[in-house]
Nanobody
Framework: QVQLVESGGGLVQAGESLVLSCEASESISSLSLMGWYRQAPGKGRVLVATITAEGRTSYADLAKDRFTISKDNAKNTLFLQMNRLSVEDTGVYYC????????WGQGTQVTVSS
């Protein structure tokens, strides 16, 4: 299975932006589906956004109009641009390949202060 390593998390203030990255151990160009999930404190892991091999994107309601998922096949890297962050966006963000039964990264912490 592909190995995934997230980076880019940190502490930001509400209203600010952050870009998460996920570097894969092998080519991602042929991966049918990649995505970002997040887990808020005390809650379960939820889907944030996905992107197909062809570049089609899909967003959960929590991410629509604020977050953008993209990928750079040449760099084997998945991104999540997050704008207008709110306290409710606090959590651990996970990179995923091929759905819940596929590969997961170790997660990167995002903390949004008010």
């Amino acid at each position: 299975q592909v190995q995934l390593v997230e980076s880019g998390g940190g502490l930001v203030q509400a209203g600010e932006s952050l870009v998460l990255s996920c570097e894969a151990s092998e080519s991602i160009s042929s991966l049918s589906l990649m995505g970002w999930y997040r887990q808020a404190p005390g809650k379960g892991r939820v889907l944030v956004a996905t992107i197909t091999a062809e570049g089609r994107t899909s967003y959960a309601d929590l991410a629509k109009d604020r977050f953008t998922i993209s990928k750079d096949n040449a760099k084997n890297t998945l991104f999540l641009q997050m704008n207008r962050l709110s306290v409710e966006d606090t959590g651990v963000y996970y990179c995923n390949s091929q759905g819940p039964w596929g590969s997961w990264g170790q997660g990167t912490q995002v903390t949004v202060s008010s």
